[in-house]
């Protein structure tokens, strides 16, 4: 047993109001450059809908994440290395920008410029890449709450599984939003697809970077990642992904995506995972077995054999005792209610998703029900297949007991919250319908409707001895150079070429997207 | 005068080459990429660029071959000049094809997709400007020497003094007889080595073998020295 921690993220889709903070304060830290226009390391998508980049989760079209070969071994769905490296020429994988987005700025100047005359002055959108007019036609999220979904949602990968029926009724019956980040996988598709070796995994934390000296953009993570969650910078050519905001985990504080969600429905932790169980865990024939499979690579941190080995590989005490108070193993595996967002792509992904309840709330007051009445919600979890289906194929790999059973569980704890509150009394049969006692419902409760700020976060600091270590790994900073993050202000080492780690930094042959 | 081009020129050149990849490796690691461009244009890449490739790798072979080995040393295994002459022209005629349309294909991508256009540097005008130039001339001599003409046996004269210029003993009379489009050729070659440290053409020494045999996931701790993979 080889313990490694990793810091990982829960969302509470029940509560996500699809307002985009999140990804607005994201594109503001991480990609307001040049060369990232389109690019959103956290996007917030409507589903159903085609996502973004469209129909990224048409694996059979673009071949990311894992599959396993004839005989049972792990192998990219992109092909094997010889393949791959032949194809490295022109990747026959690769999205192109109109399938994310043709990014869009205005001539401003316009407004201010414009002679005195009858009419007030219009602005017109300008590609953001080529100067040219031109006319917006999609978006990252252009299909917001439904939008144009009688249209385009039809093109949703997960509907297209399901029954003909089923496609043509599900607008009028669920709609939520998706919020996405980089996975942090456990079994990243993008480290092993990356021919230089510049992505890695953090053995302390096991957020997965790219390191921005070393990638020389051959681009095979960007097609390899099934959840689309690496980046061409096409003015230098280079990787970028989610960081999980490093720097501030390391300070111990929550992403910047968790920190500005407005629904607080973000939970960030440890788990600590047993790193060598994870290919074996990867491996399994059944997709449907995969979302098991994972949980029991994950370590109960109140276990003494577990927090010893701990210790013997260098997880500090601290971190052990946060990873004790930890949301995400909370969520995950005491009480069970988050789950995996495709865990059939065999990444171990460690963003995980408490699945809507409102879709099916919905359906039962359409029908003139009280969606108050327990009774009446866990029938319409059973019977209601659509939601239930679409659901199973974007949390279990389309096994819809599992998502059936995390749904009574939070019909349950409203249920047992609300008789508690009004008359005290609380029914043993629906405790024992779902298999939770009083006590594990109502703190669940607390840390799903309470949400304390520290509840929800509990991230321990990297240790001080080390921090200085981890950000000299990452080069300074990771994305520091001309087009990086670190550019995007002033720098004056752009003009001395002396850089904070003591090299020279002469940025001399990546030119300006657009001035040639 | 024939001092200048086929001594100092080529030294010039080669210093500029090796000096010039060493700086730029230590100073600027961020920039050292093949910068991309396919999320902007695919359709003609994808032809293009697998075209382009295979027929510059093939010819780089054949320039090492033909440059390299002493007309001795083939005929020594048996090889005939007569032979020797039908199998590189033949060879070096379908990689120079492949190289010139995929360098068309490229080239037309570059100035039909304004994405493609719009975010091309001036390293790259000048690159594919010299690099064009080389590919011309160099399927000039081939085509118009040895497909059309009578053939010119380079072997005795311009690989020798290629050689000599390696060897560090340079003789430039070699050149002086040499048809003058092999002459053309071989002068913007050495312009375009002068220039590939400081172009995109870096990505070159960085073709990723070594992924045949590397662990599929890369794990890095802070205990490794930064930079490095474990
Ligand atoms: C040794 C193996 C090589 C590999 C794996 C390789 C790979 C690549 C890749 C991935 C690109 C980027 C294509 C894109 O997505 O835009 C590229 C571009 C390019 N390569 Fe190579 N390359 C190799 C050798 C060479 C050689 C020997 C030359 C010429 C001397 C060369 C010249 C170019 C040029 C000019 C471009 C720019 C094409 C364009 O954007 O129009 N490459 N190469
Ligand atoms: S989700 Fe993140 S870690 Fe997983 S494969 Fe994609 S980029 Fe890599
Ligand atoms: S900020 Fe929170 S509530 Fe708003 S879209 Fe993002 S995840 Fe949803």
């Known amino acids: ?516 | 005068m024939s001092v200048a081009l086929w001594v100092v020129v080529p030294y010039i050149a080669l210093t500029v080459f090796v000096v010039g990849h060493v700086w730029r490796w230590r100073v600027d690691q961020f920039g050292w990429t093949t910068r991309t461009t396919q999320v902007l244009e695919s359709r003609l890449l994808r032809l293009g660029s697998p075209l382009f490739h295979l027929g510059v790798l093939a010819a780089i072979g054949g320039h090492a071959l033909g440059l390299l080995v002493p007309k001795g040393w083939t005929e020594a295994v048996g090889v005939s000049e007569h032979a020797y002459h039908l199998v590189s022209v033949t060879a070096g005629t379908v990689a120079g094809v492949m190289v010139v349309a995929g360098l068309a294909l490229l080239l037309a991508r570059r100035l039909t997709s304004p994405r493609v256009r719009r975010t091309t540097t001036r390293t790259d005008k000048a690159l594919f400007a010299v690099m064009a130039v080389v590919i011309l001339l160099g399927m000039a001599g081939t085509v118009g020497e040895n497909l059309i003409g009578g053939g010119y046996d380079y072997r005795a004269t311009i690989a020798v003094w290629f050689r000599g210029v390696l060897t560090l003993r340079p003789d430039p009379s070699l050149m002086t007889g040499v048809p003058l489009i092999f002459q053309l050729h071989a002068l913007s070659a050495w312009v375009f080595l002068a220039m590939w440290p400081f172009t995109r053409l870096v990505h070159v020494w960085s073709a990723p073998v070594a992924y045949l045999w590397r662990p599929y996931v890369v794990y890095r701790r802070r205990t490794a020295r930064p930079g490095s993979t474990r």
């Not at chain 1, 490694?4 to 985009?20: E, P, R, S, Y």
């Not at chain 1, 039809?154 to 939520?176: C, I, Q, S, Y």
């Not at chain 1, 003015?235 to 968790?258: L, M, N, Y």
């Not at chain 1, 077995?289 to 109960?300: I, N, T």
């Open chain 1, 1 to 516: 047993m080889r313990v490694l921690a990793q810091v990982a993220m829960v969302m509470n889709l029940d509560k996500c109001i699809g307002c985009h903070t999140c990804s607005v304060t994201c594109k503001q830290t991480w990609t307001n450059r040049d060369g990232v226009e389109y690019v959103w390391f956290n996007n917030v998508e409507t589903k159903p809908g085609v996502g973004y980049p469209k129909r990224y989760e048409d694996q059979e079209r673009w071949r990311g994440g894992w599959q396993l070969d004839r005989r049972g071994r792990l192998k990219l769905r992109a092909g094997g290395r010889a393949r791959r490296l032949l194809n490295l020429f022109a990747n026959p994988d690769l999205p192109q920008l109109d399938d994310y987005y043709e990014p869009a700025t205005y001539d401003y100047d316009t407004l201010i410029n414009a002679p005195a005359g009858p009419h007030t002055p219009v602005i017109r959108p300008k590609s953001a890449i080529t100067g040219d007019d031109m006319a917006i036609t999609w978006g990252a999220n252009w299909e917001d709450d439904l939008g144009g979904a009688p249209e385009h949602a039809h093109g949703d990968p997960n509907l297209a599984a399901m029954a003909e029926k089923v496609r043509l009724e599900f607008d009028r019956t669920f709609m939520f939003h998706l919020p996405r980040i980089c996975e942090h996988c456990l079994n990243p598709a993008c480290v092993a697809a990356c021919p230089s070796g510049a992505m890695y995994k953090r053995e302390e934390d096991g957020i997965v970077l790219v390191d921005q000296d070393r990638c020389r953009g051959w681009r095979m993570c960007v097609s390899s990642c099934p959840y689309k969650k690496v980046y061409v910078n096409h003015r230098t050519g280079k990787a970028e992904k989610c960081t999980f905001c490093f720097p501030r985990i390391e300070a111990g504080q929550p992403t910047v995506c968790a920190e500005t969600c407005v629904g607080r429905l973000r939970y960030i932790g440890l788990v600590l995972y047993d790193a060598d169980a994870v290919l074996d865990a990867a491996r399994v024939a059944d997709p449907r077995d995969l979302l098991e499979a994972q949980r029991k690579v994950f370590l109960d941190p109140d276990d003494p054999a577990v927090a010893e080995a701990a210790r013997a590989s260098g997880i500090s005490d601290d971190w052990i005792e946060a990873a004790r108070r930890s949301p995400i193993y909370r969520l995950a595996m005491r009480y069970r209610v988050a789950l995996p967002l495709h865990p059939e792509y065999r990444t171990l992904p460690m963003v995980w998703y408490i699945p809507p309840l409102s879709p099916v709330l919905d359906a039962v007051t359409g029908a003139g029900a009280d969606a108050d009445d327990p009774d009446n919600v866990f029938h319409a979890i059973t019977d209601l297949r659509i939601p239930l289906d679409y659901l199973a194929s974007l949390f279990s790999a389309g096994d819809t007991e599992v998502v059936a059973g995390v749904l009574m569980k939070l019909s349950a704890m409203r249920a047992h919250m609300r008789a508690r509150t009004l008359d005290g009394a609380v029914s043993g049969d629906l405790l024992e319908s779902v298999g939770m006692p009083a006590a594990d419902l109502e703190e669940m409760y607390r840390l799903l409707a309470i949400a304390k700020y520290e509840e929800r976060y509990v991230v321990p600091a990297a240790h001080r001895e080390d921090a200085a270590a981890l950000s000299a790994q990452a080069g300074g900073c990771s994305l520091d150079g001309d087009g990086g993050p670190g550019m995007s202000e002033f720098h004056p080492a752009a003009l001395t070429g002396r850089r904070t780690d003591g090299r020279t930094g002469l940025k001399l042959f990546v030119g300006k997207g657009g001035t040639p």
